[in-house]
């Protein structure tokens, strides 16, 4: 494979594997541990201001694989020429990006907000929306990763 197609390559799978690793880090990990170990009032803003940092590099790990993976498939020739499995990963990382756009702009500022005035229900509430969206992505970047490797045997 030339030099080109597989730095583009290199920088899908390293967006891939951060965006997909963190969400597993982040909801296996660390807010399990805050959980057991932070009290509400200082749970809530913690998460939210981890959830802050990640969701900046979600959103850089977005741009990566858009514009790594549609350089690939025009590389390729374009979409009438790549694997139906490209097809399939293309529409779940869509979906994806959707899911993580409505998380950043509906239940996480809900959540900034409930905590800066300390209204700690209200943050639980919506920190909980964002466990439960972040399972479902989880559950298609794992999807995606499935699709990926085995596509094509399939």
């Given amino acids: 494979m030339p030099m080109l197609p597989s730095l583009l390559l290199l920088l899908h799978l390293l967006a891939a594997a951060f965006w997909v690793?963190?969400?597993?880090?982040m909801h296996f990990a660390v807010r399990p541990a805050a959980v057991a170990s932070l009290e509400p009032p200082l749970r809530l803003p913690f998460m939210a201001a981890a959830l802050s940092r990640f969701f900046v590099g979600v959103s850089v790990a977005?741009?990566?694989l858009l514009a790594s993976g549609l350089l690939l498939v025009w590389m390729s020739g374009g979409f009438a020429r790549v694997h139906l499995s490209v097809h399939a990963m293309f529409t779940l990382g869509l979906v994806m990006?959707?899911?993580?756009?409505h998380i950043r702009f509906a239940p996480y500022p809900r959540l900034v907000r409930a905590v800066a005035a300390r209204e700690w229900p209200v943050a639980a509430t919506n920190l909980n929306t964002i466990r439960k969206l972040v399972a479902v992505n989880l559950v298609?970047?794992?999807l995606?990763?499935?699709v990926a490797t085995l596509g094509r045997v399939l």
């Fill in 140 to 142: 298609l970047g794992v």
């Fill in 62 to 64: 977005i741009g990566v």
């Fill in 144 to 146: 995606v990763f499935a």
């Fill in 21 to 25: 690793g963190g969400m597993a880090t």
């Fill in 97 to 101: 990006m959707a899911l993580f756009l």
